[in-house]
């Protein structure tokens, strides 16, 4: 009897220790991930978009599940819409940003465009190539 | 002597062909290529104008006022051509025939002639506001919220 509770005993705590490992190991890749994202963001702002898609490269390997996918997705094209505009191709960046899943992240570039006289919704609606840029 | 008579009437016809190739290849003089253009332009507009009433007569319809619109285009051409045929018989040049067909008209070939210097110069400013807007608006991105998770 006294054998078998032993026995017991050390397989609850062989699973509790591979459970422990294994949520470790996952913490570790979550942050590895979120650490992608933060760089890849900074990277954006400082308008420094090859280094920006470096980074989500790596967040792309490290993505596990939907929401992080998409949140990859989502940075891909806050990338690629800036390279469009700073090219001067605003009708490709309004369609890259307009893209955007993430509502709060689409809002803002819309707002922020409209600052600077870009109408993003104009651009993708209209189709003569520079309309809804403002002068 | 019928030999010397076939040679000559040979002789007259020659003369009588190179005579009316002559008339036939003058250059039109630059009055008459002005008023050729302005008759070829409102020939077409007489053209357009006879489809439109065809289709609208198609439908059921009497348009009056295209009719108008049709009479007074052949009586501007008329006048243009009569114009035309007399200065054809003082100056000696043959009147191009009145085209049949409706040309094709490119609307963004013609716009394009005309605004490409400034659509141009537009692009220019405008790829340049792009990236001066590009730095503005990505420096002033928050991802606070999109990185909360």
């Known amino acids: ?135 | 002597m019928k030999h010397r008579r076939c040679q000559i009437l040979i002789s007259v016809v020659t003369l009588l062909a190179s005579g009316s190739l002559a008339w036939s290849l003058a250059p039109i003089p630059s009055r008459a290529q002005s008023l050729l253009r302005e008759r070829d332009q409102l020939q077409q507009d007489l053209l357009r104008a006879d489809q439109a009433a065809s289709e609208a007569m198609l439908r059921g319809e009497d348009p009056v006022e295209l009719y108008a619109e049709q009479t007074g285009l052949q009586e501007q051409i008329d006048i243009i051509q009569m114009r035309l045929e007399s200065l054809a018989m003082r100056l000696e040049f043959d009147i191009p025939a009145l085209p049949e067909s409706i040309r094709e008209f490119d609307p963004s070939q013609v716009l394009d002639e005309s605004v490409g210097i400034g659509r141009r110069r537009a692009e220019a400013a405008m790829a340049h506001q792009c990236e001066v807007a590009c730095g503005a608006i990505v420096s002033d991105m928050n991802f606070t919220s999109f990185l909360a998770f």
């Open chain 1, 1 to 135: 009897m006294l054998h078998h509770w032993i026995v017991l005993t050390l397989c609850a705590a062989g699973t509790l220790c591979g459970c422990a490992s294994v949520t470790q190991v996952e913490a570790g890749r979550h942050d590895r991930f979120r650490n992608a994202l933060v760089e890849s963001c900074r990277s954006i702002k400082a308008s420094d978009f090859q280094a920006a898609r470096g980074h989500l490269r790596q967040a792309s390997t490290l993505a596990n599940g939907h929401e992080q996918t998409a949140k990859v997705a989502d940075l891909r094209l806050v990338c690629h819409g800036a390279e469009a505009l700073n090219a001067g191709r605003p009708r490709e960046a309004a369609s890259s940003w307009l893209a955007i899943q993430d509502r709060s992240l689409k809002n803002q570039l819309v707002g922020l465009a409209h600052e600077e006289g870009i109408d993003l919704m104009m651009l993708t609606s209209n189709r003569q190539a520079g309309e809804g840029v403002n002068p």
